[in-house]
């Protein structure tokens, strides 16, 4: 079964119903979240942060690994987590050969 990343279908609906009807804070910063926010557009809208990244193997479907998390929040954590594992190019010069 193809999951399009666990972000469409009717059990992904289901998960985010029920972490949005079940949480109130931001599991990240442990502030309130206003679920009345547009989502799409505003940084401290609701979202539905995967606690174990879907790159990482994280279930999308597994309630568990689904938390409540403002946008900004959420796309801080998924920016710092990628950041450690993205490999970076390191150059040096010897200064004495310049």
């Known amino acids: 079964m193809a ?7 009717t059990a992904w609906w289901a998960v985010q119903a029920q972490v949005f009807a079940e949480e109130t ?3 990240l910063c442990g502030k309130w979240v206003d679920q009345t926010l547009d989502g799409r ?24 690994n689904c938390r ?7 796309s801080a ?8 594992v993205r490999r970076r190019t390191v150059h040096s010069v010897d200064a004495a050969s310049l």
């Open 3 to 9: 999951y399009s990343k666990g972000r469409a279908g």
């Open 68 to 74: 409540l998390a403002h946008r900004r929040c959420n």
């Open 77 to 84: 954590k998924s920016n710092r987590a990628r950041a450690k």
């Open 25 to 27: 804070n931001c599991w």
């Open 41 to 64: 557009t505003h940084p401290m809208a609701r979202t539905v942060d995967h606690v174990r990244e879907l790159w990482e193997g994280g279930d999308p479907l597994d309630r568990s």
